[in-house]
């Protein structure tokens, strides 16, 4: 198993360019996340998923669309990047929680480091 | 707005030593309670979790939780080199799967 996987691993954009940060996971999770990291600070989430054709809002989603059409795939988009997205982009995936607060192990991808000037 | 709070460090022990974490959250409803370690560069990986006040023991990591207190700490026994990193503390928020990550600690375990 690759686990979770993200492309690409770095990436320059200008300010109002836009990108899709690309995960995909091979271990049969229903749920996903997508996370950005600033420096020093701890991971905000941004959107999640708990299924195919399901998303919701995490704590700081402004700047970011997010679409689930497949269980392998969750790609993030930024329309019209700005400097204040400068940031590390993880994306993780966990089973479904037996009950909600459950245990639910969150496997993170190797990142994607974003700058934009 | 529900926050988890950590020393942002750095902690600094000698190898060998006990190295003690600690966090605190303000979400009373919060179950389970995380504990991850981020090497520089790297994703974070899982190391403990626990959801029942009391001690969890998993080799030379101890995860201790006071939900009266809302006080969750990581012990580290015989402290390696190796175990110098960041240490994120994560609660998931009220009932649900999602979880808020505190800032994290950063930890240097001296030769």
């Known amino acids: 198993n690759a686990g979770v996987t993200q492309t690409p691993k770095f990436r320059i954009l200008k300010i109002g360019q836009s990108m899709t940060l690309q995960c995909t996971q091979d271990?049969?999770?229903?749920?996903m996340y997508w996370y950005r990291q600033d420096p020093g600070m701890g991971l905000k989430l941004i959107y999640y998923?708990?299924?195919?054709?399901?998303?919701d809002k995490g704590e700081v989603p402004n700047g970011y669309n997010v679409s689930r059409s497949t269980t392998e795939d969750f790609p993030l988009r930024l329309e019209l990047a700005a400097p204040s997205q400068t940031s590390v982009y993880f994306c993780?995936?966990?089973?479904?929680?037996?009950?909600?607060?459950?245990?639910?192990?969150?496997?993170f991808g190797p990142g994607t480091r974003l700058t934009v000037l | 707005q529900k926050e988890v709070e950590q020393n942002s460090g750095p902690l600094s022990v000698p190898e060998g030593a006990i190295a003690s974490l600690n966090c605190t959250y303000s979400d009373r409803g919060s179950q389970s309670f995380f504990w991850y370690r981020q090497y520089s560069g790297k994703s974070p990986e899982l190391i403990m979790f626990?959801?029942?006040?009391g001690d969890k023991e998993d080799g030379r990591f101890t995860a201790q939780l006071n939900k009266a207190s809302q006080y969750v700490s990581l012990l580290i026994r015989d402290s390696q080199p190796s175990d110098s990193a960041t240490y994120l503390c994560a609660v998931n928020v009220g009932s649900s799967y999602k979880l808020i990550f505190g800032s994290g600690t950063r930890l240097l375990v001296r030769p």
């Open positions: 998923s708990v299924g195919a054709g399901i998303t």
């Open positions: 993780a995936s966990s089973y479904s929680p037996n009950d909600p607060g459950g245990y639910n192990e969150q496997f």
């Open positions: 271990m049969n999770h229903n749920y």
């Open positions: 626990i959801y029942s006040n």
